[in-house]
């Protein structure tokens, strides 16, 4: 037998990601709220597909820290998940994770729906690349159900092999001995889980490439733009705002978590054996890292947008004044409490006096 190490129940990530979600939810709810209630009438089409960004986002966010909580054993091809949904049910395949792969491709394809509203916003009517709404619309819908449809059929190749594999990892491995009590884990061939992993990557990558890209397009046709120097600088505030928006929650979340899915696919049991704690550790903050995408994306989202932000800024002084009020009153109270024992006390003297 192989000796290994493995947090069986990683009890600190699971607190973590309850943490998370008494964070991000609310936080995320906001940004939702800024956007159906603060949205001025200029951004009508864009806060249109800003909202479904950020409800994906929430969604994604929500599942993940809060519903789902998956913890993955990599270079192991074994999974469960710790959420408050159908945690510790022995389910035939992995459909909750199915559904967050599929969650998070559908998240990344509205951050492309957000670039190429920008770009195409940008290029004149009569432009050759100037594609009617339409148009757009069955573009992005085409390429989201090509992208689902894909991690869907990659996961149901991927049944719970637990009656074949189980015994023998258990036999061979004394950190997966540990779990032989723990119900709910799922065992898959690693072969069936790579391609799964293969197919979200590339997925992901082909969103990413196309959102370079069409920042790229944006930034070009800006500079080409017959206008005026006051609009040329307006429209670059916009365009850096939306790339701040979007790129920045990509690179700092989406990227960790391709590189994990990687290692899963070209990672070897035998080769990675001795890492196995430490690689659980990194895999478990890059998913507590995917499960704040949305709050990432709200707080930027909050300060590049002005009427957001002035919002944002009057409800935290409102807070703070509340706040304020509320300790001011309790100093008063307190006083008061104070001088009244003090002259109950001074009563009493000059009458035993």
């Not at 779990?179 to 065992?187: A, I, K, P």
């Not at 929650?249 to 070209?266: H, N, R, S, Y």
């Not at 903050?285 to 957001?308: E, K, R």
Request: with cysteine.
């Amino acid at each position: 037998m192989i000796n290994c190490h493995l947090e069986v129940i990683p009890k600190g990530y699971i607190t973590s990601m309850y943490v998370l979600s008494a964070i991000t939810l609310p936080v995320d709810l906001f940004g939702v709220y800024c956007i159906i209630a603060k949205s001025p009438s200029i951004m009508k089409d864009y806060s249109r597909l800003l909202l479904v960004y950020q409800i994906c986002a929430t969604v994604t966010d929500t599942w993940t820290n809060l519903l789902f909580i998956p913890i993955a054993f990599l270079p192991f091809p074994i999974v469960y998940h710790a959420g408050i949904l159908f945690s510790r049910t022995e389910i035939h395949y992995s459909y909750v994770f199915i559904t967050w792969l599929c969650m998070i491709i559908t998240t990344m394809g509205s951050v492309v729906q957000l670039f190429i509203f920008r770009w195409q916003a940008m290029l004149m009517k009569d432009h050759l690349l100037r594609l009617n709404k339409k148009l757009i619309y069955a573009i992005c819908f085409t390429f989201f159900f090509i992208f689902n449809g894909a991690v869907v059929a990659a996961g149901f190749t991927m049944p719970n092999r637990i009656d074949e594999l189980k015994p023998m990892y258990i036999q061979n491995f004394t950190c997966i001995a540990e779990m032989v009590d723990l119900r709910g884990v799922q065992y898959f061939q690693q072969k069936d889980y790579q391609r799964l992993f293969l197919v979200t990557t590339v997925g992901a990558t082909i969103v990413v490439t196309i959102a370079l890209i069409l920042v790229y397009l944006t930034s070009r046709t800006l500079q080409n733009k017959n206008v005026s120097q006051k609009t040329i600088d307006m429209q670059r505030r916009y365009q850096i705002s939306l790339i701040l928006q979007v790129v920045i929650p990509i690179f700092v979340v989406i990227a960790p978590g391709c590189a994990v899915m990687m290692f899963g696919v070209l990672s070897d049991i035998y080769l990675s054996i001795t890492y196995t704690l430490h690689i659980q550790v990194v895999t478990n903050i890059v998913l507590c890292l995917i499960s704040a995408h949305g709050l990432f994306g709200t707080i930027i989202m909050v300060i590049v947008n002005q009427p957001y932000r002035r919002f944002a800024i009057d409800c935290f002084r409102r807070g703070f004044g509340i706040c304020m009020r509320t300790t001011s009153l309790d100093s008063d109270m307190r006083r008061r409490r104070s001088s009244q024992v003090r002259d109950a006390r001074l009563s009493s003297l000059a009458v035993n006096n």
